[in-house]
């Protein structure tokens, strides 16, 4: 069975620090994508990474793929409190997509 | 243009009942998938469609859980003798490309279901 494994689970920062979470499996993924859900809404597509070793920055984001293609991470600088989410990774293959069960983001303003 | 809608938002039935959750995709997408998400979780794939096709349903708990796609458009999903380990929020998302989960997925709200 494929896991995606995120960690941390839950983090409380202060705004205007830095932090990473992040994504792994023993699982190689044709893709991994990242999703911000926010309260009450479905996922929302962040990223999606797809070549070992890609880098992707959206703004203050920054989503690496590993080079295996196992595992991903999320590096997000200088947290604001609108930053304040569920953050999913999802690994997907031609024939099937398996959620992480997410980092729960709270960014203290 | 309009997004993913589902209905009802909220289902409130008692155990035995049966119950049918729909999904309005985006119009034009190709493919329609179907999610389960329990509080504090990432989904959990249970089926997909292309058109009106249903390419896998491995992901459906038991045969308690069908769905169908009848013109390739809007999908109902159906519980049937509905049990308290059902309830659950049920998402639906769709995507315009056939059948691949690489491709951009957008979620509807969900239905929360309820099983007293």
């Known amino acids: 069975t494929q896991l995606l494994e995120q960690s941390p689970q839950f983090l409380s920062i202060q705004e205007g620090e830095n932090l990473t979470v992040y994504c792994n499996s023993s699982?190689?993924?044709?893709?991994l994508q990242w999703y911000r859900q926010e309260p009450g809404e479905g996922p929302v597509l962040l990223v999606t990474?797809?070549?070992?070793?890609e880098v992707k920055k959206l703004k203050r984001l920054t989503f690496q793929f590993g080079d295996a293609r196992k595992d991903s991470s999320l590096h997000i600088t200088a947290a604001q409190p609108g930053d304040t989410g569920l953050y999913l990774c999802a690994g997907a293959n031609v024939d099937k997509i398996i959620f992480g069960k997410g980092t729960r983001l709270h960014i203290l303003p | 243009g309009a997004g993913v809608s589902q209905s009802p938002r909220y289902k409130v039935t008692k155990r035995g009942q049966d119950v049918a959750l729909r999904c309005d995709p985006i119009?034009?997408?190709?493919?329609l998938y179907w999610y389960r998400q329990a509080l504090g979780q990432g989904p959990e794939f249970l089926t997909y469609?292309?058109?009106?096709?249903?390419?896998?349903k491995s992901g459906l708990p038991n045969d308690r859980f069908s769905a169908e796609r009848p013109e390739g458009s809007i999908s109902t999903l159906t519980i049937q003798r509905t049990e308290q380990r059902d309830s659950a929020m049920y998402r639906c998302?769709?995507?315009?490309?056939?059948?691949?989960?690489?491709?951009?997925?957008?979620f509807g709200p969900g239905t929360r279901l309820t099983v007293l």
């Open positions: 469609f292309n058109y009106e096709a249903q390419q896998d």
């Open positions: 998302a769709s995507s315009i490309l056939a059948g691949a989960f690489t491709d951009t997925q957008y």
């Open positions: 699982s190689v993924f044709s893709s």
């Open positions: 119009s034009g997408h190709v493919s």
């Open positions: 990474v797809v070549t070992g070793g």
